[in-house]
Structures are given as structure tokens and as C-alpha cells.
């Protein structure tokens, strides 16, 4: 049985970039890994599209998110943090391990924040440092409206945003909407293993970054700026995961950021068409064209359903986390995806179901699929 990965990171990895992992390990303190370093940074803004430098973390795209806090923030500063899933949650974890003030936006889970909210919090006399979001809230499907929030948060504060998921995948105009940081991952939408983390920083968050007084060292991003600059790492970093990434963002640069963007949006439209024809709903007001979160249906037991579709047909399909744990299915349609791959991760769920006796007849899913495949195809 072949296997598809169709989770919100890790994703499926490419073929080239599997294969840059397997030759033979060499020195990362050599003329030949700089060689493959010094082409990095411009591949990173391209994706990004910024004119910033791009930092590379050896971490979890977790360790971008702390560094975000370390480096721009001080004892005596209050953030302004947005919520509504588990990952816009995890920014208000992390203000509070550091001590960090900070006021809580709880936006419903599956919705997108309210932009006026924001305003007025904003507007309310308090003083921001920071005003830290998402892109693509990966535990509820939801993508966040990061231009009208750059609209609203320019010269105020520093925008963060954590585009882990989001990053190629939904579009993001760093420079073009205000946005001071983006932080994200390898294992996503860069269609790279896990294990590496980015940042880029606008001129005012360097501002930041040289007056920060929270403690911190191995995300010190004043280290990471100044190896970059001559193609190195501070410290020793995840060799073969960058000689994947390398080319793995050859790929995303030969495809062309504007088309990758356009087939993860045709790719999101089929999956939710599909979805919707076997009468299940979605769970995200304003759907990403990341991953699909989807309602289980009344009586059916989601975990059953997510292992007989990875038993039965070799897809796998992530559960809800937390209070979503057992309400929603979540169906990634990110990176290294095509067209067949969402015919057959919708032709699962659809034999999936009715072997578990739900009542739709065969083929209503895909045909549905089809239909949106066959008219967007360039
Ligand atoms: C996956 C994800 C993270 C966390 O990434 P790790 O690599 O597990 O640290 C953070 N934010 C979002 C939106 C994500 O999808």
C-alpha cells in the first residue's frame, strides 16, 4: 500500500530534496556548505516577499516564535496577543514563561479575527510593543486577514506573524502589508522534514531586537544575523535538512511563488467541494487554502474514521487538537500536493464513511472534486 501524508506538517518531501539528505555528511565550517548557505537567503525572500534578511534557526518553527519574543521585547513591555486556536494560544504561552504583559484577543475558534477589535484595542491608550497573530491558524483551518491587520497595526506596534503553516500556501505580502516579522517552518508549506525554523525582521523590529532586554541566547538573533551575513550559523546546524531545503525552495522558485500559490488554492477549493458534496460541513469561517478542518459528522467516531482511512487506504488525516479533539477532521492539502492527491484523500474519506455506515452513494465526493479539478486547471 503506498502512503500519502496529508497532515499540517510534517508534509510529503520531494523526491530531490530526499535525496540531498543521503549523500554523505560533510562539514558545515567548509567553503561547500557555504556554497549551498550563501544561496539560501534570497530563495527564503522570494517565498517570504520581503527585502529582509531571512534568519535560520536550527529548531522547530517554535523556537522562531520564542525568538520573536526574546529578541523584541523587554520586562517593562505589553504585547498584544491574538487568539483563536491552538497556535495563537501558543504566543500567549509564551509571553507568559518569559513575564511578559499581555493583553488576550480570544477570538472564537474558527473564526478569523475581528479586525475592529483590534483597532480599538489599539486605540485604547495602551502602549504595544508587539501585536502577535497568524496567518493560518492550523488547528482550526482558519486564515487571519493579515493585510487589514497590517492596515491597522503599522506605526502603532510591531506586527508578528506566525506563518508556519501559511507560508506558500496562502499568500502573505510581507513588505507590501506592514508586516514587521514572520516567522515559520521547514515542515510545511516549504515541503522540507521538520527541524528548521526562519524569522525575518523588518528595520524597526532590528531597532527592537538591539534594545531588548529579555533574556536570551541560543535565539539570539543578533548571533544569527551575523553568521548569515558571511553564510554560517552561530552554532552547529541541521546540515542535511538544509541541503533538502535548498532544494526544496529550488522547486518552490522553478514552479514560481505565484503558481504554487494558485495550485494550493484550485487544490483547497476541490478538497472543500468534495467535502461539502458528502454533506459534511466545514469548520472555518474563513477557510485556508492550507489545510481543511471538517465537522465529524453525528455519529461517526473520528478517531475511528481518521484510522480506517489510514488502515484501509494509507492516507493520513489529522485529528482536532485540544477541545477539537474528536469534533473535527483535518484534511492538509500543503506543499508538495496534487491533483490526484486530493481525488484519493476524498475518495478515501468517502469509502471510509460509508464503511462505517454513513449514508452517501459512492462517488458523490469525487465527482464534486472533479468538477472544480477539471474547470481551474490552467
Ligand atoms: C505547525 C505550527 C506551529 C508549530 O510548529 P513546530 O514546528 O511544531 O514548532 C506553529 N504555528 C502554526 C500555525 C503551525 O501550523
Not at 527585502?51 to 535560520?56: A, R, S, T
Not at 548571533?223 to 541541521?238: D, E, G, I, Y
Not at 483535518?330 to 464513511?353: K, N, W
Request: with cysteine.
Amino acid at each position: 500500500m503506498k502512503n500519502r501524508l496529508m497532515t499540517p506538517g510534517p508534509v510529503p518531501v520531494p523526491p530531490d530534496s530526499l535525496l540531498a539528505m543521503a549523500q554523505p555528511m560533510m562539514h558545515h565550517r567548509t567553503e561547500k556548505f557555504e556554497k549551498v548557505m550563501s544561496e539560501i537567503p534570497d530563495a527564503l525572500k522570494y517565498v517570504f516577499k520581503t527585502k529582509n534578511d531571512v534568519m535560520l534557526l536550527t529548531s522547530s518553527s517554535t523556537g522562531a516564535m520564542e525568538s520573536a519574543i526574546v529578541n523584541l521585547l523587554s520586562p517593562e513591555d505589553r504585547a498584544l496577543v491574538i487568539g483563536g486556536g491552538k497556535f495563537g494560544e501558543r504566543w500567549a504561552e509564551l509571553c507568559k514563561a518569559y513575564n511578559v504583559d499581555f493583553d488576550f484577543i480570544d477570538v472564537e475558534w474558527g473564526k478569523p479575527v475581528d479586525l475592529d477589535t483590534v483597532h480599538k484595542k489599539l486605540s485604547s491608550g495602551k502602549k504595544y510593543k508587539c501585536v502577535y497573530g497568524t496567518l493560518c491558524e492550523t488547528s482550526t483551518g482558519v486564515t487571519h486577514d493579515i493585510k487589514g491587520l497590517g492596515e491597522i497595526v503599522s506605526g502603532k506596534a510591531l506586527l508578528v506573524v506566525d506563518a508556519v503553516s501559511g507560508l506558500g500556501a496562502v499568500d502573505l505580502q510581507t513588505d507590501d502589508w506592514h508586516v514587521d516579522v514572520v516567522v515559520s517552518g521547514s515542515q510545511k508549506g516549504l515541503m522540507t522534514p521538520p527541524g528548521l525554523a526562519f524569522i525575518s525582521l523588518s528595520d524597526p523590529a532590528w531597532e527592537a531586537v538591539d534594545s531588548a532586554r529579555l533574556p536570551r541566547y541560543y535565539f539570539d538573533l543578533r548571533k544569527a544575523k551575523k553568521a548569515m551575513l558571511v553564510n554560517q550559523t552561530p552554532f552547529t546546524c541541521s546540515i542535511s535538512l538544509i541541503l533538502a531545503l535548498h532544494e526544496s525552495l529550488n522547486i518552490i522558485r522553478k514552479e514560481g511563488i505565484e503558481n504554487v500559490l494558485a495550485r494550493h488554492a484550485r487544490l483547497a477549493e476541490a478538497t472543500r467541494a468534495g467535502v461539502k458534496a458528502l454533506g459534511l460541513s466545514l469548520f472555518a469561517s474563513a477557510p485556508s487554502n492550507a489545510v481543511t478542518a471538517v465537522k465529524v459528522p453525528e455519529g461517526i467516531d473520528c478517531k475511528k474514521l481518521v484510522k480506517t482511512i489510514e488502515e484501509k487506504y494509507g492516507i493520513t488525516f489529522a485529528g482536532g487538537q485540544d477541545k477539537l479533539t474528536g469534533k473535527i477532521f483535518r484534511i492538509a492539502h500543503l506543499g508538495y500536493v496534487d491533483d490526484l492527491d486530493i481525488i484519493s484523500a476524498i475518495s478515501a474519506l468517502e469509502m471510509a464513511l460509508i464503511n462505517l455506515g454513513f449514508d452517501i452513494t459512492p462517488g458523490v465526493g469525487i465527482k464534486a472534486c472533479e468538477q472544480v479539478l477539471i474547470s481551474e486547471k490552467i
